[in-house]
Nanobody, 125 residues
Framework: QVHLVESGGGLVQAGVSLRLSCASS????????MGWFRQAPGKEREFVAA????????DYATSVKGRFTVSRDNAKNTMYLQMNSLKPEDTAVYYC??????????????????WGQGTQVTVSS
């Protein structure tokens, strides 16, 4: 289990950028692949992006590819999600999660273990 805390959410207008952070106080953070999911009201939790333990392999949902960038700084035990050209349909609670191993093994919630508490992102039109 890895304790995770998200930050950086907020209310923004369409077209602007926002950067989310996911921090852990545990050294084990650098041993795991990490991911971002989001959940809008009345919808299932959906995959957004994932990154392997070294940060040299990433995966994105089709809906965010080219607009969002996932990265990590293992020296700071922190993962980031840079979100550009935000759209109203990006509105959701964003969760960070730790994978079950060092590499990205899937894009379903069950492929990941520990979860943060979430941070709200609201994009107005």
């Amino acid at each position: 289990q890895v304790h995770l805390v998200e930050s950086g959410g907020g209310l923004v207008q369409a077209g602007v950028s926002l950067r989310l952070s996911c921090a852990s106080s545990e050294r084990a953070f650098s041993s795991y692949a990490m991911g971002w999911f989001r959940q809008a009201p009345g919808k299932e939790r959906e995959f957004v992006a994932a990154i392997n333990w070294r940060g040299d392999d990433t995966d994105y949902a089709t809906s965010v590819k080219g607009r969002f960038t996932v990265s990590r700084d293992n020296a700071k035990n922190t993962m980031y999600l840079q979100m550009n050209s935000l759209k109203p349909e990006d509105t959701a609670v964003y969760y960070c999660t730790a994978g079950r191993t060092y590499r990205v093994t899937g894009t379903k919630p069950a492929d990941f273990g520990s979860w943060g508490q979430g941070t709200q992102v609201t994009v107005s039109s």
